[in-house]
């Protein structure tokens, strides 16, 4: 059987028990093998916009058997497959800004899965934003660690609510605090040293006081929160 590590076995754990999940951008189909040798589903579709990438699930699938239970489609983002009944969408290993616009261009078949789950590798704040505002609720978020790196995971699902959200869990989701990830406090530090040079380079230039100072009261609330956390 296939084992996962780090932030696809935290996807995997994400996206639970579901009828026919879709893996956009599968690479090499680990998710949706998974998925269905642990009994989690009984079929998958894996997608992806290239060619070679499929080639290799292709590998995968037949090396685990799983020719007559996974499905391989080639196409852009959520495309191939819409109005294919899929009940979870799983989009996981880019960055924020790429499933950000995944989900808009068809965004339809986004709203109709019951929930999808996201590993963007950075950006998640442009991510959130998108979400709150076009009625997806972030359910659940949970942080993985990974080769060193840490990446938010992030459960969705579509009830029509536009939603603001403040600028510091755009950046650090608030479901984090709701339910006391234990990385937090790592991420957080790592977020923290990330923001400081941030800051630093904005200070140097007169021309970016407005970003500077929504930089700064940022990195600010980064550190009152770092403190705050006694978990």
């Not at 995997?12 to 690479?27: E, H, L």
């Not at 093998?33 to 499929?54: E, F, H, N, R, W």
């Not at 819409?82 to 979870?88: P, T, Y």
Request: proline share 3%.
């Amino acid at each position: 059987m296939i084992n996962l590590k780090g932030r696809l076995e935290k996807v995997a754990s994400m996206a639970g028990r579901c009828s026919k999940p879709a893996d956009i951008g599968t690479d090499h189909a680990y998710l949706p093998i998974y998925l269905v040798q642990s009994g989690m589903c009984p079929m998958a579709i894996a997608t992806d916009i290239k060619k070679g990438p499929l080639r290799k699930a292709e590998k995968n699938i037949i090396k685990y058997h799983m020719q007559d239970k996974i499905e391989l489609r080639l196409g852009d983002g959520l495309i191939p497959v819409k109005d294919d009944g899929c009940d979870v969408i799983i989009i996981a290993g880019m960055g924020g800004v790429l499933i950000r616009d995944i989900i808009e261009k068809s965004v339809d078949t986004a709203k109709n899965a019951k929930f999808i789950v996201m590993q963007p590798m950075y950006a998640e704040e442009a991510l959130r934003e998108f979400l709150f505002r076009n009625g997806f609720n972030i359910t659940e978020e949970s942080l993985a660690k990974h080769e060193g790196k840490i990446y938010p995971v992030i459960k969705a699902a579509y009830d029509g609510i536009s939603r603001e959200e403040e600028n510091f869990h755009l950046h650090i989701g608030r479901r984090l605090f709701e339910q006391r990830d234990p990385l937090l406090k790592e991420f957080l530090k790592k977020r923290i040293k990330r923001q400081e040079r941030i800051v630093q380079g904005m200070a140097k230039s007169a021309r970016m006081k407005e970003s500077y100072a929504k930089e700064n009261g940022l990195l600010t609330d980064m550190k009152k929160a770092y403190d705050q956390i006694a978990w």
